[in-house]
């Protein structure tokens, strides 16, 4: 990912969570958490943080149709903080091909962690689908390990 990417990765990133997380918060709470959340500064400071690595999948004309980024604690532990792609691309292998570039670029560590809301069935089945292996955290959250494979 380069910093020319920012604008289009915030754009989806965005539209993707408000798309998501309306139905299950409300719309205006999803909007606010995602402005404070990615905003451009944000997402460009991400760049230049050496414990964060961003993933993008480009059309072939350019265009960003999916993004991730994982970040890893001082301990050395990874969590997959972000895995979005544009609704035009749901159901194809492009989450898929994400998750996994996710997971080669982290290949020394045996496992991922993530977090998803309660109510975001299709993250959790998509997680479920590819390994992963659930345990609550809290009330509304949902922590899941992903095995490397």
Same mark, same amino acid.
């Given at each position: 990912?380069? *910093?020319?990417?920012?604008?289009?990765?915030?754009?989806?990133?965005?539209?993707?969570?408000?798309?998501?997380?309306?139905?299950?918060?409300?719309?205006?709470?999803?909007?606010?958490?995602?402005?404070?959340?990615?905003?451009?500064?944000?997402?460009?400071? @991400?760049?230049?943080?050496?414990?964060?690595?961003?993933?993008?999948?480009?059309?072939?004309?350019?265009?960003?149709?999916?993004?991730?980024? &994982?970040?890893?604690? @001082?301990?050395?532990?990874?969590?997959?903080?972000?895995? #979005?792609?544009?609704?035009? *691309?749901?159901?194809? &292998?492009?989450?898929?091909?994400?998750? +996994?570039?996710?997971?080669?670029? #982290?290949?020394?560590?045996?496992?991922? &962690?993530?977090?998803?809301?309660?109510?975001?069935?299709? &993250?959790?089945?998509?997680?479920?689908? #590819?390994?992963?292996?659930?345990?609550?955290?809290?009330?509304?959250?949902?922590?899941?390990?992903?095995? +490397?494979?």
């Amino acid at each position: 990912m380069t *910093e020319q990417d920012v604008p289009s990765v915030s754009l989806l990133i965005g539209e993707s969570w408000r798309r998501t997380y309306s139905p299950i918060m409300g719309a205006e709470t999803a909007a606010r958490i995602s402005d404070e959340d990615h905003t451009l500064q944000r997402i460009a400071a @991400e760049l230049t943080d050496t414990n964060k690595m961003s993933f993008v999948a480009e059309r072939p004309d350019g265009s960003i149709a999916g993004y991730a980024m &994982a970040k890893m604690n @001082e301990a050395g532990d990874v969590m997959l903080d972000r895995l #979005h792609i544009d609704q035009s *691309e749901y159901s194809t &292998a492009l989450a898929a091909n994400i998750l +996994h570039a996710v997971f080669a670029a #982290h290949s020394g560590i045996p496992s991922i &962690a993530l977090e998803v809301l309660e109510g975001n069935d299709r &993250a959790m089945a998509f997680y479920r689908k #590819h390994g992963s292996k659930w345990s609550i955290a809290g009330p509304r959250r949902t922590v899941q390990k992903a095995m +490397h494979r």
